[in-house]
């Protein structure tokens, strides 16, 4: 069965800290990895990786993706109130690229 | 460019009784999406349609839930009879193909079965 871990699943830290989010995954046929934010509504997207070691990096937002260790991580660099919220990891899997989604990282910045 | 449409966004039933959530994809998205998402979860893909035809549908209760989309376009999903499990969070997604496109969700129906 296709699964996705994220680790941790809550963090609470302090405005201007730098966190890094874990996924990892035990898929059959990847194609690609993906993050998403999601407030209190739909989940929104940043980053696809499909490539080993290739930085993918928006504003203070930045993820690698490790093939062969079967990880990705997200960082978050000085942090704000607005970057709370609950952080995706989804892995697409097969031809159809169905993903599959981790739990989530509850993340929590207070000022 | 409009994003994904869904209706209601609530939507407060009590079990045995039927409940339908509506979804408009992005113009000229062929790929739709409808996933359950249970509180303190991450999403689960329900049914996966490509045009008007069903790529995946392996993880759909098929006894009680069903999901049409008749045109190609805008689709509908339907619980019945609604069982408490049911409470979720009813997302739905589209993207220009199953070919390694990105995914973009739309509000989600808020459900809770009573």
């Known amino acids: 069965e296709d699964k996705v871990v994220q680790s941790p699943l809550s963090l609470v830290v302090h405005e201007g800290d730098t966190v890094t989010l874990n996924c990892s995954y035990e898929v059959t046929n990847f194609r690609s990895l993906l993050w998403y934010k999601q407030e209190k509504k739909a989940p929104t997207f940043l980053f696809m990786l499909t490539s080993s070691g290739i930085e993918k990096k928006s504003g203070r937002l930045s993820s690698i993706l490790d093939k062969k260790e079967l990880f990705s991580i997200l960082n978050i660099t000085a942090t704000q109130t607005g970057d709370s919220a609950v952080y995706l990891c989804?892995?697409?899997?097969?031809?159809?690229?169905?993903?599959?989604f981790g739990q989530g990282t509850r993340l929590t910045i207070n000022p | 460019e409009a994003g994904v449409a869904q209706s209601p966004r609530y939507k407060i039933i009590e079990k045995r009784q039927s409940v339908a959530f509506w979804c408009n994809p992005i113009s000229g998205h062929a790929t739709l999406y409808w996933y359950q998402q249970i509180l303190g979860q991450g999403p689960k893909l329900l049914i996966q349609?490509?045009?008007?035809?069903?790529?995946?549908d392996s993880q759909l209760p098929k006894d009680r839930f069903s999901a049409e989309r008749l045109k190609g376009v805008d689709s509908t999903l339907k619980i019945q009879p609604a069982k408490l499990e049911d409470s979720a969070v009813y997302l739905c997604?589209?993207?220009?193909?199953?070919?390694?496109?990105?995914?973009?969700f739309g509000p989600g129906t808020r459900l809770l079965v009573l």
């Open positions: 349609f490509q045009n008007n035809g069903v790529v995946d």
């Open positions: 989804a892995v697409g899997v097969g031809g159809a690229q169905k993903l599959v």
């Open positions: 997604a589209s993207s220009l193909s199953t070919g390694g496109e990105t995914q973009y």
